[in-house]
């Protein structure tokens, strides 16, 4: 699922302090249509498995993981469309265990160095100026926006303002959970499940009150109703936030969603989906985008999380759907915490409300907020 040209990945790979590895290559890179057809045919779960994880570690002891990844519109510059996400900013012994994992992917026969993904090096690759267009650019006020120049500026300070505000919580408790590289063997077809998944299911199982879930993407199976129908008729509420029809950016997915919804809120579930302009995005996205475009950005949720009876708070990469629960490899931060439950959950209720999302009943749904074509897709 790399969305590159060959030819760029190729010239940051030659930075002489930057390697790139591509994890399960076959289906994308360096593969042409009827490579890619064949891999589909011949190893349908193998082509479909994907490194979902999203770590970025910094000196072996600066985490930060969550939904995010790298691209235009998961930090506000894409024009049309762009996500809320959610991430966790980890520091001490747990980001020890978040590079161990971060090895154990890199160190894996799936990971390939990337040249011997792609055979054509660029011609200049060997040139000392290659990468002046790039650095001409970055130099270049025009280029971004002041407040992120002046982020950057500030990031000394940026720290000892989070622990001012009271946002960083020490905690003995927080666990990273990650699946091993392959995820499972595939004995059981496409199912298997996995470390993420069996730690969801459990955190699940276990619920006393209130479990609050936020997923872009929400497909469940027979197991996954049954489970939330158990939870409901122990007592515990539970509401999930998705996306809408009018806010997705996956009608594939929706589809799913789509034809499974009656039979979820039958179990008891509250579902509510996102607006596409929802209030919050005026709080969240970059001030400077929203001011100089005619039309502003459909906003869409990505964000994955979970608090428990509001105290446990779990945010990763895992989607509510069974590409993440049995081919994605996944991981999580679980964080036994009341302060940071209940930081988590302040910003989920603001998304909770009428003007950032719609709830879902068996009488009503927004599908009907978008256009015929987009319905027709789905």
Request: negative net charge; aromatic residues 8%.
């Amino acid at each position: 699922m790399v969305d590159a040209d060959a030819e760029d990945i190729l010239m940051f790979n030659s930075h002489e302090n930057i390697s790139v590895k591509i994890y399960n290559p076959g289906v994308n890179l360096g593969k042409n249509i009827f490579q890619k057809i064949g891999k589909f045919a011949s190893d349908f779960r193998s082509a479909n498995q994907r490194m979902h994880n999203k770590t970025f570690i910094v000196d072996g002891k600066v985490v930060i993981t969550g939904g995010r990844n790298i691209a235009d519109e998961y930090f506000d510059y894409d024009h049309e469309y762009n996500f809320r996400d959610r991430d966790i900013l980890l520091l001490g012994k747990t980001s020890q265990s978040v590079e161990k994992s971060f090895n154990e992917f890199w160190n894996s026969e799936l990971s390939v160095v990337v040249n011997k993904v792609l055979n054509d090096e660029p011609k200049n690759i060997e040139s000392d100026n290659r990468f002046d267009n790039l650095h001409e650019y970055a130099c270049n006020p025009d280029n971004f926006w002041p407040q992120v120049r002046e982020r950057i500026k500030a990031l000394p300070e940026a720290f000892k303002a989070i622990e001012s505000f009271g946002d960083l919580v020490w905690l003995d408790d927080v666990n990273f959970v990650s699946d091993k590289p392959g995820k499972n063997k595939g004995e059981m077809g496409l199912g298997g499940g996995g470390a993420s998944t069996d730690k969801l299911i459990e955190l699940v199982k276990n619920a006393k009150t209130s479990i609050d879930i936020q997923t872009p993407y929400l497909i469940t199976t027979a197991l996954s109703q049954v489970l939330f129908n158990e939870a409901v008729k122990r007592g515990v509420r539970i509401r999930i936030l998705t996306n809408s029809l009018a806010s997705t950016d996956n009608v594939e997915a929706f589809s799913g969603y789509q034809s499974g919804r009656e039979d979820l809120l039958k179990t008891g579930v509250r579902i509510f989906e996102f607006r596409p302009d929802a209030q919050v995005r005026n709080d969240i996205m970059t001030g400077e985008l929203q001011d100089v475009l005619i039309n502003k950005p459909i906003f869409g949720l990505h964000a994955k999380t979970m608090v428990i009876d509001n105290k446990i708070t779990v945010v990763g990469t895992f989607n509510l759907d069974p590409r993440s629960a049995n081919l994605n490899t996944e991981c999580l931060v679980v964080v036994n915490s009341e302060d940071i439950a209940k930081g988590v959950t302040n910003g989920m209720e603001i998304e909770f409300k009428p003007e950032n999302s719609w709830e879902t009943t068996l009488t009503y749904n927004p599908d009907s907020e978008v256009n015929k074509y987009k319905r027709l897709k789905t």
